[in-house]
């Protein structure tokens, strides 16, 4: 059956060259473009949030901050600190042990009277006999002369005296010590007692006197 004339007020389908005459219609689309275009869709708004987000994060960075951001402080300042110097106690020396002498008893030295300067002089003596032997006073007044002593007066003594002896008056003790340390012949020194003849230092000289010369 053919075709007849278009009906009036249509338009004539257009016939493309090389189609012999049949009308031409659009290729559907084929499932595989459909599954790729549904996937780009979303992958594509991911990245652009990605995309914005990025460009936030490098907008707000430290080197891109329009605001003013937080004052960088300063780093704290190293502090020195000097350590106190120690004291240090040095350890006490060990004590040497000390040997503690026992000290002496040495009796008490009497002190000499107020004449003391008079009675350091040889003072004169006065000399008595107490022996039976004839001019002992002589010579042991001739012994204390020759030794820087003056005589008073030489005598006799009758009463009885055992050692030769050379008593003093007061204040000439001193001389009296000194006499006997001179002449080891003396052997005590005693103060003068009452019916002594003469006065002052007296030696009694007894038998066992030495001669002159011994």
Known sequence: MSEGPPPPGLPAPEVGPGAS???????????????????????????????????LLVLNGPGHSSGPGP?????????????APVRTTPAPAAKKPTHHATPRRTPPVEEPPATATAAARKLPVTVLNNSRRTGLAHRAADQLTAGGWPIRQVGNFTGRIPVSTVYYASGQESAARALADQFPAVQRVHPRFRGLPGSGLTLVVTREWPAAGS
């Open 71 to 83: 004052a960088l402080q300063p780093p704290p300042a190293a502090v020195t600190t000097t350590p």
């Open 21 to 55: 005459g049949r009308p031409t219609s659009h290729r559907a689309s084929t499932p595989v473009a459909d599954s790729v275009r549904r996937f780009l869709a979303p992958l594509a708004a991911v990245t652009a949030v990605v995309v914005v987000i990025v460009l």
